[in-house]
């Protein structure tokens, strides 16, 4: 799978929509990208997924480069509990079982 | 609540002890998945069963470690003789096919003294 590349920590006002980059510069026509977030002493929560269209759904939008090599998950109006570490994550779509999930982008709500 | 769920939630253990987990998956889930978790790492992969076959283990499962899932619902992970080095959160999920979208429990938490 290919490797992503993720700033360590953001930070975002209450409120304001956070924007949570992601590089993946290797990534492969069959691979798809998929976030999931970690809020402290919980287990990961899946979020989005998406191979080359944008996507939303009721928790955050997917928004993935025209060559795919980056891409951004939009918390559209962040709340104190979207605290948490967001994890990038690329994955073919058959035959892996594995989640590579690195170490993720540590993002403060601030009130 | 119907999601994925782990016995203990935390256990303290001196070391050369054997430990055992439980997860209990969501209930048609054919797939189960056990990671785990160091502090300030992403969870990462031990294991995982589609029905009751385990099917992959990785490299950082050693001979100490066991998994099974012996009716296909529930599975168990467990540690002999375990390690100063084993202490960590142990993470269990589970999905409906082959697929990247994967419920997690809430995780048992691993201290070896």
């Known amino acids: 799978d290919a490797k992503t590349t993720q700033p360590t920590s953001m930070d975002c006002a209450e409120g304001r929509a956070a924007n949570l980059p992601c590089n993946h510069s290797t990534i492969s026509g069959n691979e798809y990208v998929y976030w999931y977030r970690q809020i402290h002493s919980q287990g990961p929560q899946y979020i989005i997924h998406?191979?080359?269209n944008n996507e939303t759904n009721e928790m955050a939008s997917l928004i993935i480069t025209e060559d795919r090599k980056s891409s951004t998950l939009i918390l559209p109006h962040a709340t104190l509990r979207d605290t948490a570490v967001y994890y990038c994550i690329v994955r073919v779509a058959t035959g892996a079982n594995n989640l590579f999930f690195g170490t993720g982008t540590r993002l403060t709500v601030i009130p | 609540d119907t999601g994925v769920s782990q016995d203990p939630r935390h256990k303290i253990t001196k070391r050369g002890q054997n430990v055992t987990f439980r997860c209990d998956p969501i209930?048609?889930?054919?797939?189960l998945y056990w990671y785990r978790q160091t502090l300030g790492q992403g969870p990462e992969f031990l294991t995982y069963f589609q029905n009751e076959a385990q099917l992959e283990k990785s490299r950082l499962l050693s001979d100490r470690f066991s998994a099974e899932r012996p009716k296909g619902s529930f599975s168990t992970l467990e540690i002999q003789r375990t390690e100063q080095g084993d202490s960590a959160m142990y993470l269990c999920?589970?999905?409906?096919?082959?697929?990247?979208?994967?419920?997690f429990g809430p995780g048992t938490r691993l201290t070896v003294l």
């Open positions: 999920a589970s999905s409906l096919g082959e697929t990247g979208t994967r419920f």
């Open positions: 998406g191979l080359k």
């Open positions: 209930s048609e889930h054919n797939r």
